[in-house]
């Protein structure tokens, strides 16, 4: 049985709102109409929240930026790994939503 790293805490946390900026929130109302959808959001200590966002097929992941800007290059997962263990990178690539 694997270690569940974020203990008890859910992927998406029920206030949503106190974690992401207006920007990612009228983003994600946006991408839902491309099939894109929220992951999970990793919330790390002293830094801002993560919050990583998954194509409809489960084949691509993006970071969604403070600004709204998805960062397609941002997350790599490795075949081992599980959508909740997905390692994040800096990327140098965003789309506008």
């Known amino acids: ?3 569940e790293r974020r203990g008890t805490m859910p992927a998406i946390p029920e ?3 106190d974690y992401l900026t207006e920007a990612q929130q009228q983003a994600l ?3 839902k109409r491309f099939g894109w959808s929220l992951a999970f959001v990793r919330r ?5 929240p993560l ?5 409809a097929n489960g084949k691509r992941y993006g970071v ?3 600004n709204g800007t998805i ?8 075949e081992e790994q599980s ?3 997905k390692t994040p990178l800096v990327g140098v690539e965003s789309i506008r939503v």
């Open 51 to 55: 919050v990583v966002v998954v194509q």
């Open 44 to 48: 790390l200590f002293f830094q801002h």
């Open 64 to 66: 969604l930026n403070e």
């Open 15 to 17: 206030n949503l709102d």
């Open 29 to 31: 109302v946006n991408i």
């Open 71 to 78: 960062d397609l290059d941002a997350c790599v997962l490795r």
């Open 83 to 85: 959508v909740d263990e």
């Open 1 to 3: 049985m694997k270690h």
